[in-house]
């Protein structure tokens, strides 16, 4: 059984808790089995969580999940791109498959609810991810 670590950026509650119910219920679906949970204010703050887990020894794979939606500014891209750099280097530092579950940037909360379900895609990714590398 893959046991995975799980960062839930919380931003937007009602996002990040349908995130984190459908993240659980593909979980159990995959024989995966989430162990530690890790809630973090915003995807910029994902990537430490996400180091954090991936030192651990029962941790086989990291899924990170979160909506970053666009403002009046550049601040979505910003945040996206940042914490997508970030999370790769823990991956690769680490030696732990981290997915990338985090939708946007570029949309609107209405679309980012509408696009959860591609966020969660994280959970199969990492358990693939972990079933493939020697």
């Not at 029962?58 to 939606?69: N, S």
């Not at 970030?86 to 997915?99: F, G, H, I, M, N």
């Not at 895609?121 to 358990?127: N, T, W």
């Amino acid at each position: 059984m893959v046991s995975l670590g799980l960062v839930i950026a919380q931003f937007y509650e009602d996002i990040a808790e349908s995130m984190e119910e459908q993240a659980l219920n593909k979980a159990s679906r995959l024989d995966a089995k989430i162990a530690r949970t890790v809630s973090v204010r915003g995807v910029y703050d994902s990537p430490l969580a996400a180091d954090r887990l991936a030192r651990r020894n029962e941790i086989d794979a990291v899924a990170v999940l979160g909506a970053v939606i666009s403002g009046d500014t550049d601040h979505d891209q910003v945040v996206a791109h940042t914490a997508a750099r970030k999370l790769s280097d823990v991956s690769l530092q680490r030696d732990t498959p981290v997915a990338f579950g985090i939708i946007g940037p570029g949309m609107s909360s209405t679309e980012a609810s509408e696009r959860i379900e591609y966020g969660v895609e994280a959970i199969p990714i990492a358990v693939e991810t972990v079933k493939e590398l020697p």
